[in-house]
């Protein structure tokens, strides 16, 4: 069975750097396009990033040079390196893979990221 | 890039059917045939409902489908029952290779 479990979330201040983690399996994170989707408390779902099977990355401009999508093939992991963080970053963030297309077909649970002094 | 306009609230009796538009434009919805459309129960991660405009992945009731005009696609619920109520994305993959979530649905069934 496909499973994704995000990990990483918590407290930060703004301006502080997060890494969030996602572990793949019952199926192979690099032959895959992955996205990071996240959603605002109580608002509406936001695309992140996508990482394509052959390695190129794409960002929303809203975290277009803060945040950084990459994946460790070892360990069949996905990450969303988060750094210069602000209030408006506070969100559960959702790891999911991508059928080519957008088509976001397995999603984690989620892990909550709160920007706050 | 902006979110999908999607109507904030849709509601329907059981049995009924309804249907939930998102619009886009010419750099996202109306380019690609990559429109996705998901349900979301509160609390829990969203749901693939339709893919690629019109497609259903394994599992996904019937009573669900979709379709496309121009800039604005749809999603269209036959059968309206209890368990539909839910909030419903749509998304779509764009010209700068990105994806766009629509504004979001609220489904009630009365």
């Known amino acids: 069975d496909v499973q994704l479990v995000e990990s990483g979330g918590g407290l930060v201040q703004p301006g502080g750097s997060l890494r969030l983690s996602c572990a793949a399996s019952?199926?192979?994170?690099?032959?895959?396009?992955m996205s990071w989707v996240r959603q605002a408390p109580g608002k509406g779902l936001e695309w992140v990033s996508v990482?394509?099977?052959?390695?190129?990355?794409f960002y929303a401009d809203s975290v277009k040079g803060r945040f950084t999508i990459s994946r460790d093939n070892s360990k069949n992991r996905l990450y969303l390196q988060m750094n210069s963080l602000r209030a408006e970053d506070t969100a559960v963030y959702y790891c999911?893979?991508?059928?080519?297309?957008?088509?976001?077909?397995?999603w984690g649970q989620g892990t909550l990221v709160t920007v706050s002094s | 890039q902006s979110a999908l306009t999607q109507p904030a609230s849709v509601s329907g009796s059981p049995g009924q059917s309804i249907t939930v538009s998102c619009t886009g434009t010419s750099s996202n919805v109306g380019v690609y045939n990559y429109v996705s459309w998901y349900q979301q129960h509160p609390g829990k991660a969203p749901k693939l409902m339709i893919y690629?405009?019109?497609k259903r992945p394994s599992g996904v009731s019937n009573r669900f489908s979709g379709s496309k005009s121009g800039n604005t696609a749809s999603l269209t619920i036959s059968g309206l029952q209890a368990e539909d109520e839910a909030d419903y994305y749509c998304s779509s993959f764009t010209t700068r290779s990105t994806y766009v979530f629509g504004t979001g649905t609220k489904v009630t069934v009365l």
């Open positions: 690629d405009v019109t």
């Open positions: 999911a893979r991508d059928g080519t297309t957008g088509d976001l077909d397995h």
């Open positions: 019952g199926f192979t994170v690099s032959s895959n396009f």
């Open positions: 990482i394509y099977a052959g390695g190129s990355t």
